[in-house]
């Protein structure tokens, strides 16, 4: 399994306040990629240093949530590491797949979150 990117994301009900901050300091948007589940989507914002942030809109959340977002070249063997090394997808076994990628959420141990994916290639 080979990482493709590693960085923070912020999931929020309020993601349009959280981008417009991110764009003050100097964020651009690269890619967004809407209708994921029930209407979240999810902004992925870069500035000229190549320094990483996504952006989620999550309207059923209360609080803002931070996780890590890591992308891979191969999901299902990522997601069975995580879970030999303790980690727990609170969703039970459920994924979210849509026609370009595959994903899940799931916490350490610890408490900490890594939001891991594979982008499918067409």
């Known amino acids: ?25 100097g964020f651009q ?14 902004a992925v914002l870069k500035n000229e240093s190549g320094f990483m942030v996504t952006v989620v809109h999550a309207a059923d959340l209360e609080e803002d949530m931070s996780t890590i977002r890591m992308n891979v070249d191969n999901f299902d063997e990522a997601y069975e590491m995580l879970l030999a090394h303790g980690f727990t997808n609170p969703r039970g076994d459920r994924v979210t797949e849509t026609p370009s990628s595959k994903a899940a959420m799931v916490y350490s141990p610890s408490g900490f979150t890594i939001s891991v994916a594979e982008h499918i290639k067409k």
Do not use: Q, V, W, Y
Request: aromatic share 6%.
């Open 1 to 25: 399994m080979k990482i493709s990117s590693f960085s923070p994301m912020i999931i929020s009900p309020r993601a349009d306040e959280i981008i417009a901050l991110f764009e003050d300091l």
């Open 29 to 42: 948007r690269a890619h967004t990629k809407e209708g994921i589940e029930n209407d979240i989507t999810a």
